[in-house]
């Protein structure tokens, strides 16, 4: 015993654990005879695997570092049948048990008896709520991306792409895949987009997060990717939405592989187990629900009132196409790729390495840029994973595992086919164009106090001269021929519109960390360990480059030594053109005739007022910054036969560094330092979970959790500065705070889970948060110290200047939630398998997001933007397996096929909150009227016709919206109507329509105003995809 505990305190000291973990579960049971009688020494393996253990002298055994699957478990034993129980299977962070009776036996027997596993549905050892998928309830279900697959669960909402989990925040849900976060360090939420067919796991918490989990306070989604095996295996997919008509589609094709097996298989047959691999990847081209609106004419949608003479573009006229397929790039470009490699030196050893990866090509529609679109942005982002896992199995019951991880993810966006170094294009012609965002119409037009030297004048030809073809003042232009435009209020940003940013961020995150378990004994199994991380990050965004900064436009000029031209014949009769040699711009001329004058006229080339022009263009926004992140953690799974109990503790830090890089408007970059105290965060989180088994068929859990999540980095780094609010007096300046403090929340949960029958189980779990130190923001005072004053004290203290305001970044906000989540779920029997899931919630809090204010924050509570007070699923699956016979029911007809499948998949839920807007545009109290219900079915029918045990050919229909529902998605709230914003109304009496005041309202403004709503209010209609896949 004391050898035990002292590796356990030296493995405490010297290793390393991670911020989220769990990708393996834990087997035991009890091996007896059939007098009931422990059976010692028996041999326990998984089927197919080098995974196994034997039964201690009182017939326990028990594994860890189970990987999640389904696996045979053989046991063996002299003087006893060999006994084969099948379909076994290992949850991530459960311990799945199963007893085994063998039978005494005279003589060998060869082979084994088989028996199947009793199915467990109920998890007697869980202390946490949530559920679990594996890769055979994906495939066949009417979903294909996580988040639908997530919002499935009891208590998670999906908004706008967002997904809510029991009343948090969207960048409250942390995503790893096997063990290694992938969560954006900046804004939060997903950033790696993992293919459903690379998924062997996936598990989501809900509530009740044991301390090996961090830095979430609403939700976990933990990914185990596949692994190959000794044998190949693969599949070559392809879908399209286009294939019919009289229903929307996005004009999509999705092609998807996979291929695993050994890597060395046809070579060497001891390779096959000790050497495998999986690979899949994924390509999806589709133009989006907006494919249409992309080829918008002006000239024929706005005839109705006068005649312009746009020059119209369409965006697909250059596309091939290929049995009525497009080939080429869409309108959004989606790749995703994972291959995941693993090598067994020998049975307690192994290594595996993945690379995986994702990159999102898109030109998304933006409906008031609609006849812009030419140059509206075009974004490349990227994500990378590169992750390598030793595993160290010293005895079945001690496991160590080291893991170092690089993750990357890089996002480019600019104005589309107009690159950011060439902006500006040189001009030789004065074009005279009223389009709006044609900036600047000539370098004179600043004045003479912003310019070190003025007048300027383009030498166009750089020959020193200027020549009179050239005349005198010439414009700078954007690269593109933009053509004329007229002057017309359309709601729309008019032909020729350029998107008006720059995007080159990059976030980089080194990991390692490792994992310790530590079956003590019987009762008590030990983790713990802690993780290092490093973060790169850089945010440049470049704002308005066609806006010149007159101040760093002449001092570029004033700073050079070139030679520059003294041209006009007026002064004091010099002959035109004479060069003055080794002119320092700024200085004094002095010509042949010994004159010093002032104010001379300059003339510049293009080379060097194009610089000029570069040198003053635009505002910047970013940093790059390098803190740390660091976790430890320590629990005890303590198990009894009618009691289970986890407790933890964890602690997480951040240091930020000394200081950070700011980038200045001319690219440069200024550093600025963190007050010493301001550089440290420290978190404490205490876990405990209980879980007491009633009976064989009931089991009930209590939770209480202290969950801490670091302050999104976006609010702890930002390029402003305070002393840049005495400059900017337009824009609210909002600087970032490093001594932001950890957003908690406090959880409280009881669950019952209770099995109906042989195939049903129901889970009932109720809960209640209390979530603080949501980040808000303040209104400061800046004071000629440097110092910062809150408003409160400055405006009741007459010493203090409230010249110069500016806002700061502070964790003020909070929120409560609360609510009962209910699941029933329907083991396949019968054909038929299903579940169904309601939730009663209420999400409340003084704020739904960060944003700017002016005073402190609301005291009161009022239901949060994401608060759906009634949320309904029911998913049902219908299965006729591979040589099983189907009668439809009350007709003895037999189904004329098997290997058929349907899932219907439906969901209805209450609107969410908004604030309504009276006819005086006068916002009511907040969040107090509520959108229509939402209501959405989905069908999935699947057919595979088998040629073997192992080829097969799958044909397969998804029908998304069945009933056609538009949901509505945005609403205007003065009328709570999609399409209606209450601009105007018919008024009975004049029988014209009149606006809120009454005044007289033409058609042609109608016209126009009707125009211009957005049909992304509503939700698409009815989508039909059709696929198939060839299995092996």
């Known amino acids: 015993m004391q050898k035990r505990i002292l590796i356990l305190i030296l493995m405490l000291f010297l290793i390393t654990f991670s911020l989220f973990a769990g990708t393996t579960g834990k087997l035991a049971g009890r091996v007896k005879d059939d007098s009931g009688n422990p059976i010692p020494f028996a041999n326990i393996i998984l089927e197919g695997t080098q995974i196994g253990t034997q039964t201690k002298e009182n017939g326990q055994f028990i594994i860890i570092n189970v990987p999640p699957g389904t696996f045979n478990v053989l046991c063996t034993q002299i003087g006893f049948a060999s006994q084969k129980i099948t379909g076994v299977k290992i949850y991530v962070d459960e311990t799945t048990i199963q007893n085994i009776t063998l039978v005494k036996s005279a003589m060998e027997v060869e082979g084994y008896q088989v028996t199947e596993a009793r199915i467990e549905l109920i998890s007697k050892s869980k202390t946490s709520s949530g559920m679990t998928m594996t890769s055979d309830t994906i495939e066949d279900i009417a979903v294909d991306d996580i988040e639908g697959l997530i919002a499935i669960q009891a208590g998670a909402v999906l908004i706008g792409g967002e997904l809510h989990i029991r009343g948090g925040r969207a960048n409250e849900v942390v995503y790893s895949v096997d063990g290694m976060s992938v969560s954006d360090p900046v804004d939060g939420g997903a950033a790696l987009t993992i293919d459903t067919d690379a998924i062997q796991n996936m598990k989501v918490m809900t509530g009740g997060f044991t301390a090996e989990y961090g830095n979430a306070q609403s939700g976990i989604v933990n990914i185990v990717t596949r692994s190959g095996d000794r044998d190949y295996s693969g599949k070559i997919e392809f879908n399209s939405d286009h294939l019919f008509t009289g229903v929307d589609n996005s004009n999509s094709e999705v092609v998807k592989f996979a291929l695993g097996g050994p890597v060395f298989g046809p070579f060497s047959s001891a390779m096959r187990e000790k050497f495998t691999f999986f690979f899949n990847?994924?390509?999806?081209?589709?133009?989006?629900r907006y494919k249409d609106y992309y080829n918008s004419d002006p000239n024929e949608e706005l005839e109705y009132l006068y005649q312009p003479s746009y020059t119209p573009r369409n965006p697909y006229e250059d596309r091939e196409q290929f049995l009525e397929f497009d080939l080429g790039d869409r309108n959004y470009n989606a790749y995703n790729a994972n291959l995941k490699m693993k090598y067994v030196f020998n049975p307690r050893q192994n290594l595996t390495l993945a690379l995986r990866g994702d990159e999102l090509d898109r030109r998304p529609y933006n409906h008031y840029n609609k006849y812009a679109l030419e140059h509206y942005y075009e974004e490349e982002s990227t994500q990378r994973q590169y992750l390598a896992t030793y595993d160290h199995l010293f005895n079945p019951q001690m496991n160590l595992k080291v893991k170092a991880n690089f993750y990357q993810k890089q996002i480019n966006r600019g104005p589309k086919g107009i690159p950011r170094d060439s902006y500006f294009t040189f001009n030789p012609a004065n074009v005279d164009s009223s389009f709006p965002y044609y900036l600047p119409f000539s370098l004179t037009d600043y004045s003479?106090?912003?310019?070190?030297?003025?007048?300027?004048?383009?030498?166009?030809?750089?020959?020193?001269?200027?020549?009179?073809?050239?005349?005198?003042?010439?414009?700078?232009s954007y690269n593109t021929d933009l053509g004329t435009t007229e002057d017309c209020d359309t709601y729309f940003n008019e032909p020729g519109a350029i998107y008006n940013t720059y995007w080159d961020d990059e976030n980089k995150t080194y990991s390692f960390r490792t994992d310790f378990e530590y079956q003590v004994n019987e009762v008590h199994g030990i983790k713990t360990g802690f993780e290092i991380i490093k973060h790169h990050i850089k945010k440049d965004r470049l704002f308005d480059p066609w806006l010149i900064d007159a101040y760093r436009y002449g001092e570029y000029l004033a700073n050079l030594t070139v030679d520059a031209i003294y041209n006009d014949s007026t002064y004091l009769n010099l002959d035109p053109n004479d060069i003055i040699i080794g002119l320092e711009p700024g200085d004094y001329i002095l010509n042949d005739l010994a004159v010093t004058l002032e104010d001379t006229l300059y003339f510049y080339s293009p080379e060097y007022l194009y610089n000029a022009t570069i040198a003053g263009a635009g505002r910047s926004d970013g940093y790059k910054s390098y803190p740390w992140q660091g976790a430890f953690y320590l629990q005890d799974k303590m198990e009894w036969e009618g009691l289970i109990i986890n407790a933890g503790l964890r602690f997480d830090l951040w240091y930020l560094e000394k200081s950070y890089d700011i980038l200045q408007d001319d690219g440069s970059y200024e550093s600025s330092d963190f007050e010493k105290n301001k550089r440290f965060q420290f978190m404490i989180s205490p876990r405990f979970g209980?879980?007491?088994?009633?009976?064989?068929?009931?089991?009930?859990?209590?939770?209480y959790n202290y969950q801490n999540q670091l302050p999104q980095m976006q609010y702890v780094f930002t390029s402003a500065k305070p002393e840049d609010a005495i400059t900017n007096l337009s824009d609210n300046i909002v600087i970032g705070e490093p001594a932001l403090e950890p957003q908690t929340t406090v959880t409280y949960e009881v669950g019952w889970q209770y099995q109906l029958s042989e195939d049903y189980v129901m889970d009932i779990t109720t809960y209640f948060k209390n979530i603080y130190n949501y980040v808000s923001t303040e209104k400061v005072y800046l004071q000629d110290d440097g110092s910062l004053i809150s408003w409160q004290i400055a405006e009741e203290d007459d010493q203090y200047d409230t010249s110069t305001e500016l806002f700061r970044y502070i964790t003020e906000d909070y929120g409560s939630t609360r609510g009962i989540d209910l699941n029933l779920q329907k083991m396949l029997s019968n054909f038929i398998s299903g579940s169904a899931s309601y939730s009663l919630s209420w999400a409340d809090g003084n704020n739904s997001e960060t944003e700017v204010q002016d005073e402190t924050s609301s005291l009161r509570e009022f239901p949060l933007d994401w608060d759906i007070r009634h949320n309904f699923t029911f998913n049902l699956g219908f299965s006729v397996g591979r040589g099983e016979e189907f009668y439809i029911p009350f007709t003895g007809v037999l189904l004329p096929f098997s290997n058929f499948s349907v899932n219907f998949l439906y969901n209805i839920a209450s609107g969410r909150p908004y604030t309504a807007r009276n006819i005086n545009d006068n916002d009511e109290e907040t969040n107090q009227e509520r959108y229509p219900y939402t209501e959405n079915a989905e069908l999935k029918i699947t057919k595979t016709f088998s040629f073997s045990e192992k080829i097969s050919i799958r044909f397969y229909a998804n029908i998304n919206n069945l009933f056609n529902k538009r949901n509505y998605l945005n609403i205007y709230p003065k009328t709570g109507e999609p399409f209606n914003d209450g601009a105007y109304y018919f008024n009975e009496e004049s029988h014209y329509y009149v606006d809120n005041e009454g005044d007289y309202v033409s058609d042609s403004t109608i016209f126009l105003h009707d125009l211009a709503y957005n049909p992304g209010n509503v939700s698409t209609g009815r989508k039909i995809t059709v696929g198939m896949s060839f299995n092996w």
């Open 690 to 703: 209980i879980s007491h088994p009633i009976s064989e068929k009931s089991v009930m859990h209590f939770a």
């Open 448 to 476: 003479s106090q912003n310019f070190i030297i003025e007048p300027l004048v383009i030498d166009f030809q750089g020959t020193g001269f200027i020549l009179g073809s050239e005349g005198a003042n010439y414009d700078w």
């Open 281 to 288: 990847g994924a390509a999806n081209w589709y133009d989006g």
